[in-house]
């Protein structure tokens, strides 16, 4: 059974810093794509950053210069360090993982779902 969980959420103010996880069980995604979205309340689910298995990134134009995606393949895990965090970040931020080493920017291309870690950036 694959499992992805995410951890690193909380309540932070604005300008600060927080760093997400997202440890992989039950498979390995070493040559799969990883990444992040993020669903505030009353919207649908966005995408945020992907990495690939080689270590090719990518960003959502809102958050391009103030988050960085990682992977540790040795680990399974992927890491989202997000700075500089403003109010309309807060969302449930979730892990996403692909077993094949294509994009990662569309809800339906993710094989694995994690349950989400709640981020909230106060005023």
């Known amino acids: 059974q694959v499992q992805l969980v995410e951890s690193g959420g909380g309540l932070v103010q604005a300008g600060g810093s927080l760093r997400l996880s997202c440890a992989a069980s039950?498979?390995?995604?070493?040559?799969?794509?990883m990444g992040w979205f993020r669903q505030a309340p009353g919207k649908g689910r966005a995408f945020v950053s992907t990495?690939?298995?080689?270590?090719?990134?990518s960003y959502a134009d809102f958050v391009k210069g103030r988050f960085t995606i990682s992977r540790d393949n040795a680990k399974n895990t992927v890491f989202l360090q997000m700075n500089d965090l403003k109010p309309e970040d807060t969302a449930v931020y979730y892990c996403a993982a692909r077993s094949s080493p294509f994009g990662l920017r569309y809800e339906y291309e993710s094989d694995y779902w994690g349950q989400g870690t709640q981020v909230t950036v106060s005023s």
């Open positions: 039950g498979r390995t995604f070493n040559t799969g794509t």
């Open positions: 990495i690939t298995w080689t270590g090719s990134t």
